[in-house]
């Protein structure tokens, strides 16, 4: 770790970019995360203009055996972008610009950038990339997991730094379809019911989102649709839905830029959180898990105050035809299939600290398992994790029969796993 500067200004001569120590002006805001339970107290920030700047740093230290961590929109709740003591790779000051080719259809987007930067450039051409939901998230946190190289194709940051990326852009229409039903916690059976059905019926143009949270007047089950076509077609698609009378319906055409800031404000930076992703059983099959799932979260806001306005539950409905257009076996990244992402959130006020976090992480997998036809939950999305890794164990669960692989190749480019932030993988030669 950083505690003795004595050999720091090594690092200034070969360094480009900005270097700033706990006493420089602008340090606080630099190390603020999206989770403040993920926020360190780093022994230095370098804000890394090009590739040379990468280098010095990551030389500088090795040689001085010190803790680096990388951060682009510090999104990772578990911490993964931060380091007590050790250096901030930063790419978001220098690194975030995004440029278009529009006849290639290809975003060269630095490292820094986050999807809102990404959306902004390449709306404009009517084209859109593959992206994720929070417009504030860091393009690296999230591309990382479809990347050309098959180690980190899955394998997130353990093999090194990526300063740039080339992403594939498609046409994207202009406007697109959207719908916010509420319904109450009494129609629950009816919700999944119709959920089931829909299912069946789901196109590749549609994507659900399914939210028990608190919107201000009480905890409601909320369908966040999405249709990337007419309002007519939308409504058509989600028939089932307004069948059941929503006591909310916000059903609207939106421009796509706005799609991808839709929620930003509902998860905004420096708030406490606890998060646990898991695996929901299909609903066709499965039918009471949905009714089990909300008693458990319902339950939970009536018993905790505290945390009554701040739980939340999401459900995520990809259609599986797009999660398959890649063989599992083409990425690091292991169970890729059919299986629906279940995301259990809990948050507090950040002043509190970690105070509140094993009373949430209590809560929140007690919500998970409700609804699990398993003894215990399976393992989630990998970045929806609060715990920060300690060991092996999670990493061997996350990569399944590639990790003797990754090991391997761990051993051969990292054997002093100096990128350890993420799922760590031990080094091993075979």
Same mark, same amino acid.
């Given at each position: 770790?950083?505690?003795?500067?004595?050999?720091?200004?090594?690092?200034?001569?070969?360094?480009?970019?900005?270097?700033?120590?706990?006493?420089?002006?602008?340090?606080?805001?630099?190390?603020?995360?999206?989770?403040?339970?993920?926020?360190?107290?780093?022994?230095?920030?370098?804000?890394?203009?090009?590739?040379?700047?990468?280098?010095?740093?990551?030389?500088?230290?090795?040689?001085?055996?010190?803790?680096?961590?990388?951060?682009? #929109?510090?999104? *990772? @709740?578990? %911490?993964?972008? $931060?380091?007590? =003591?050790?250096?901030?790779?930063?790419?978001?000051?220098? /690194?975030?610009?995004?440029?278009?080719?529009?006849?290639?259809?290809?975003?060269?987007?630095?490292?820094?950038?986050?999807?809102?930067?990404?959306?902004?450039?390449?709306?404009?051409? #009517?084209?859109? *990339? @593959?992206? %994720?939901?929070? $417009?504030?998230? =860091?393009?690296?946190?999230?591309?990382?997991?479809?990347? /050309?190289?098959?180690?980190?194709?899955?394998?997130?940051?353990?093999?090194?730094?990526?300063?740039?990326?080339?992403?594939?852009?498609?046409?994207?229409?202009?406007?697109?379809?959207?719908?916010?039903?509420?319904?109450? %916690?009494?129609?629950?059976?009816?919700?999944?019911?119709?959920?089931?059905?829909?299912?069946?019926?789901?196109?590749?143009?549609?994507?659900?989102?399914?939210?028990?949270?608190?919107?201000?007047?009480?905890?409601?089950?909320?369908?966040?649709?999405?249709?990337?076509?007419?309002?007519?077609?939308?409504?058509?698609?989600?028939?089932?839905?307004?069948?059941?009378?929503?006591?909310?319906?916000?059903?609207?055409?939106?421009?796509?830029?706005?799609?991808?800031?839709?929620?930003?404000?509902?998860?905004?930076?420096?708030?406490?959180?606890?998060?646990?992703?898991?695996?929901?059983?299909?609903?066709?099959?499965?039918?009471?898990?949905?009714?089990?799932?909300?008693?458990?979260?319902?339950?939970?806001?009536?018993?905790?105050?505290?945390?009554?306005?701040?739980?939340?539950?999401?459900?995520?409905?990809?259609?599986?035809?797009?999660?398959?257009?890649?063989?599992?076996?083409?990425?690091?990244?292991?169970?890729?299939?059919?299986?629906?992402?279940?995301?259990?959130?809990?948050?507090?006020?950040?002043?509190?600290?970690?105070?509140?976090?094993?009373?949430?992480?209590?809560?929140?997998?007690?919500?998970?398992?409700?609804?699990?036809?398993?003894?215990?939950?399976?393992?989630?999305?990998?970045?929806?994790?609060?715990?920060?890794?300690?060991?092996?164990?999670?990493?061997?669960?996350?990569?399944?029969?590639?990790?003797?692989?990754?090991?391997?190749?761990?051993?051969?480019?990292?054997?002093?796993?100096?990128?350890?932030?993420?799922?760590?993988?031990?080094?091993?030669?075979?």
């Amino acid at each position: 770790m950083l505690d003795n500067l004595t050999t720091y200004p090594a690092l200034q001569g070969p360094h480009k970019g900005d270097l700033l120590l706990p006493s420089d002006d602008g340090y606080k805001q630099s190390v603020k995360r999206f989770a403040a339970t993920a926020q360190k107290p780093a022994g230095l920030v370098a804000f890394v203009k090009d590739d040379g700047d990468i280098q010095a740093v990551l030389s500088f230290a090795k040689e001085e055996n010190i803790e680096i961590a990388v951060e682009c #929109g510090g999104h *990772s @709740v578990s %911490g993964a972008s $931060s380091t007590s =003591g050790g250096i901030v790779i930063d790419h978001s000051r220098y /690194l975030n610009e995004v440029t278009v080719d529009v006849e290639q259809k290809i975003a060269h987007v630095g490292g820094g950038a986050t999807w809102r930067d990404v959306d902004l450039a390449t709306s404009p051409h #009517g084209m859109a *990339s @593959v992206a %994720g939901t929070v $417009s504030h998230t =860091g393009v690296g946190g999230l591309t990382l997991f479809d990347i /050309l190289f098959w180690a980190i194709l899955g394998g997130g940051g353990n093999f090194g730094i990526v300063p740039s990326f080339s992403l594939r852009l498609h046409p994207q229409r202009s406007e697109v379809f959207t719908a916010d039903l509420h319904f109450p %916690g009494e129609k629950v059976v009816q919700f999944f019911e119709a959920l089931g059905g829909w299912l069946k019926m789901q196109t590749e143009k549609d994507l659900l989102f399914i939210f028990f949270q608190d919107m201000g007047n009480g905890p409601v089950i909320m369908a966040h649709c999405f249709h990337n076509g007419p309002q007519e077609d939308g409504k058509k698609h989600y028939k089932a839905f307004y069948g059941l009378g929503p006591i909310v319906d916000t059903t609207e055409m939106i421009p796509y830029l706005s799609l991808n800031q839709a929620i930003d404000d509902d998860r905004p930076y420096g708030t406490g959180l606890y998060w646990h992703g898991t695996i929901f059983p299909s609903p066709i099959t499965h039918p009471e898990a949905g009714h089990k799932l909300w008693e458990s979260y319902h339950d939970v806001c009536v018993k905790e105050p505290e945390f009554s306005k701040s739980t939340f539950t999401i459900l995520e409905f990809h259609h599986p035809s797009k999660l398959m257009e890649r063989s599992n076996g083409e990425m690091a990244f292991n169970n890729r299939g059919e299986q629906i992402n279940m995301l259990i959130g809990i948050g507090w006020d950040g002043i509190l600290g970690n105070q509140p976090f094993e009373k949430a992480k209590k809560y929140a997998k007690g919500i998970a398992n409700a609804a699990s036809d398993k003894g215990e939950n399976e393992d989630g999305y990998a970045n929806w994790e609060s715990n920060t890794p300690t060991g092996y164990n999670r990493s061997i669960r996350a990569f399944g029969d590639k990790y003797p692989r990754l090991q391997a190749l761990k051993a051969r480019y990292d054997p002093n796993n100096m990128f350890n932030k993420w799922h760590p993988i031990e080094p091993k030669a075979d």
